[in-house]
Every structure is written in C-alpha cells, then in structure tokens.
C-alpha cells in the first residue's frame, strides 16, 4: 500500500512534472493510488500525496457511496472556469482530521489525458469541480490551507506537526 504524505512536506510544495507520455508503470502506480484513496476514504488524491513530482491526480465522487465514478486526470489543465465562486467545506488526505470552508468557483471546463493517453475534455460543477481544483492545486505545490488566514493555517500546520511526531513514534513502538 502507498503511503500517504502528510503536511507540513517540502514534497507537497513543489510543481509537479508533465508526463510525455502515459505507460504501463503509471498505470500501475494509478491502480495504488486508488487503493490508498479508498482505503483512507478519500475522494481525490494527487500523484505528490505519495511521493511522486508528477502531473496525475484521481478522484472519485461517488467513492463514499455505492455508484464508483473513477477518474483519472493526467497533464491537467483549465480550459475556462465560472466567476461566481461557492464555499464548501474540504479537507485532505494530507491534514487528516482538518476541513476548513473554502471558497472556489463552481462551473469549469478541463482537459487531460487519460490512462491511454486519449485527449479528454470535461465540463462539470458541484463536488467533482471541487475535488477536481484541489487535486489540480496540489500539482502546482498548492495546498487547501494556503487559502486561510495565516492564523487558521499555522494552528492546522501546528496540529499537524504534533500529528506527524505522534504517529512516527507510534510506529517505531511497533518496529
Ligand atoms: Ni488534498
């Protein structure tokens, strides 16, 4: 199983690299990435959340309920996106436990490649939008926190240190 990186990680602030070209070891790492997703009842998660620079992200609206809508976003990149923004609360599978309301435009138009390299356009709104500009934000080293005030997001990056200390040396308890 992947693991996931947590916050605060130099990993998680870098911009990601285009792939020139989608093969059998990015498929593969794309089927992992979807079980640590679901195993940590995620809905999206960004190719930099397990150690890897480059331009993937999956997602999945449907991950909590019975209908999987599995997508599969490589070299993204915004075709046109609305004016009128929408606040929703979001969290991260970097800040287990943190959510924070954030505003973002709802409507937006996308294209990528897909796991066969077949150019994809998409237009949608609501949750998968949502999911779709986080996951995005995380390849160019953009984090959910970095839209708050510096108060809010250094008590998360705080909490978030003392999280990361706490599981390491639970896990060295069990080596
Ligand atoms: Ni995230």
């Given at each position: 199983m992947?693991?996931?990186?947590?916050?605060?990680?130099?990993?998680?602030?870098?911009?990601?690299e285009p792939l020139s070209q989608v093969d059998d070891h990015h498929r593969d790492l794309i089927k992992k990435m979807f079980e640590a997703m679901y195993e940590a009842n995620g809905v999206g998660l960004a190719a930099p959340q397990v150690g890897i620079n480059k331009r993937i992200f999956?997602?999945?609206?449907?991950?909590?309920?019975?209908?999987?809508?599995?997508?599969?976003?490589?070299?993204?990149s915004l075709v046109s996106i609305d004016d009128k923004t929408v606040s929703y609360e979001e969290g991260?599978?970097?800040?287990?436990e943190h959510f924070a309301e954030i505003d973002r435009p709802d409507q937006?138009?996308?294209?990528?490649?897909?796991?066969?390299?077949?150019?994809?356009?998409?237009?949608?709104?609501?949750?998968?939008?949502?999911?779709?500009?986080?996951?995005l934000d995380h390849l160019n080293g953009i984090l959910f926190v970095d839209y708050l005030s510096r108060l809010k997001r250094d008590v998360i990056i705080r909490k978030m240190k003392k999280f990361k200390k706490e599981n390491n040396s639970s896990n060295d308890k069990k080596i």
């Open positions: 992947l693991k996931i990186v947590y916050a605060p990680d130099p990993m998680l602030k870098k911009v990601c999956i997602l999945d609206s449907g991950a909590r309920e019975e209908e999987k809508k599995p997508l599969i976003m490589i070299n993204p991260c599978l970097s800040f287990p937006l138009t996308i294209k990528y490649l897909d796991e066969n390299n077949k150019k994809k356009t998409l237009t949608t709104d609501g949750f998968t939008s949502r999911i779709i500009q986080h996951e």
